[in-house]
């Protein structure tokens, strides 16, 4: 069984941070990217970040860069996302997905987790 579980979401302030885990289990880690993805109400779910479990590459959002990381544990079948300098139009409901290529589209995502909510105030 495939799963993926998005967890540490919460409410912050505007400038504060949070940071998100992935923890995945039922597949072979090491073959997939791993994305971050959100959806804020009435919008369609847009591509945050991804990360290749087997090298390392990464990629980020224009809207989020210089402020969001992303970053890896194989071992604990996990990724991370660091989110700095949190701003208002961050706020939005996280979800992390698993695709075979490195990509943040969503159609090209084979597995995704239940989201987590992030809030940031004003």
């Known amino acids: 069984e495939v799963q993926l579980q998005a967890s540490g979401g919460g409410l912050v302030q505007a400038g504060g941070s949070l940071r998100l885990s992935c923890a995945a289990s039922?597949?072979?880690?090491?073959?997939?990217?791993i994305g971050w993805f959100r959806q804020a109400p009435g919008k369609e779910r847009e591509g945050v970040s991804y990360?290749?479990?087997?090298?390392?590459?990464?990629a980020y959002a224009d809207s989020v860069k210089g402020r969001f990381t992303i970053s890896n544990d194989n071992a604990k079948k996990t990724v991370y996302l660091q989110m700095n300098s949190l701003k208002p139009e961050d706020t939005a409901v996280y979800y992390c997905?698993?695709?075979?290529?490195?990509?943040?589209?969503?159609?090209?995502?084979?597995?995704w987790g239940k989201g987590t909510q992030v809030t940031v105030s004003s």
């Open positions: 039922g597949f072979t880690f090491d073959d997939y990217v």
């Open positions: 990360i290749s479990s087997s090298n390392s590459r990464t």
């Open positions: 997905a698993a695709g075979p290529i490195a990509t943040m589209k969503t159609a090209l995502m084979d597995y």
